[in-house]
């Protein structure tokens, strides 16, 4: 894994996720928001790709300097454009909420199973997945218990993801890089080509690995080196801090390259 001050490409679009990866000890400062700002002003568009809920994309689709967002690991998209939001799912509305009773039972199995676990403060904002806290809200958990959440979920035939606070699990063939193409193709007329070419992620955990496998101008944040031995698609350039910093240290490379 190289340095961004390695990458010296212009790109349009940055592709970002969220928590630790934008966010620092769980808040979004000032230097990360700012950089979110000054990739706007640069004409460069930022497109979160995060794990969060419905009812948190749907602030930051409206309020942060971004085209749109990319929520619940790719159960749809949100963009806020003439004082209109648009939403797109990846699965029917109705077939969300008939999942909801199977992901009830892996809740009440995985609480009673899995001591320490608790289900996420913000699934009260979710339409399509459970997130169990690991690290969040809770005492951080052993791996071996992270993966026995892992387990239960895939054991109810669920699709699972490890960020770097919740287990997500699922119902749906999607994932974040599945809307992220449709998103780029249906709102920017991107090509594959394009994307390839024109686009950035960065990221910082196991669930962003589908993103840094796609886009060969790939990025982490410093806290990815905890994950890297279970990764077999790394980000080519890794920023030297963590979190937010990291992510705003990342930008000033995409600035520099574009003339700002």
């Known amino acids: 894994m190289r340095p961004p001050s390695d990458f010296s490409s212009k790109i349009r679009f940055v592709l970002t996720d969220i928590d ?16 979110l700002w000054d990739l706007h002003r640069a004409d460069i568009g930022v497109i979160p790709v ?25 159960a749809f998209y ?10 797109v799912f990846s699965i029917p509305e109705t077939e969300m909420r008939k999942n909801q009773s199977r992901l009830d039972l892996i809740r009440k199995e995985i609480l009673e199973k899995i001591p320490g676990t608790a289900v996420a403060s913000d ?21 071996v218990d992270i993966q026995k959440i892992v387990a239960v979920f895939k054991a109810h035939g669920a699709i699972a993801k490890v960020s770097s ?32 070419r024109d686009c950035v992620f960065v990221g910082d955990s196991p669930n962003d690995e589908p993103m840094w496998s796609y886009f060969p101008n790939s ?15 790394p980000p080519t350039y890794v920023a030297v801090a963590e979190g937010g910093l990291g992510f705003h240290e990342i930008s000033r490379q995409f600035l520099k390259n574009s003339g700002n």
């Open 20 to 35: 630790d990866t934008l966010t620092h000890n769980g808040r979004l400062g000032p230097e990360a928001y700012q950089a």
């Open 50 to 74: 995060t794990g969060r809920p419905a009812g948190w994309c749907e602030m930051i689709a409206r309020q942060w300097p971004v085209l749109g967002v990319i929520g619940e690991n790719g």
């Open 78 to 87: 949100f963009c806020y454009k003439n004082q209109k939001m648009k939403r």
């Open 123 to 143: 699934q009260f904002a979710r339409i399509n997945d459970l997130a169990i806290d690991f690290c969040e809200d809770v005492p951080a958990l052993p791996e």
């Open 165 to 196: 606070i919740h287990v997500n699990g699922w119902y749906g063939e999607f994932d974040k890089l599945s809307c992220a193409k449709r998103f780029l193709s249906e709102e920017l007329s991107l090509s594959p080509s394009e994307m390839l």
């Open 219 to 233: 990025f982490g944040v410093a806290n990815v080196v905890r994950f890297v031995s279970a990764l077999k698609s």
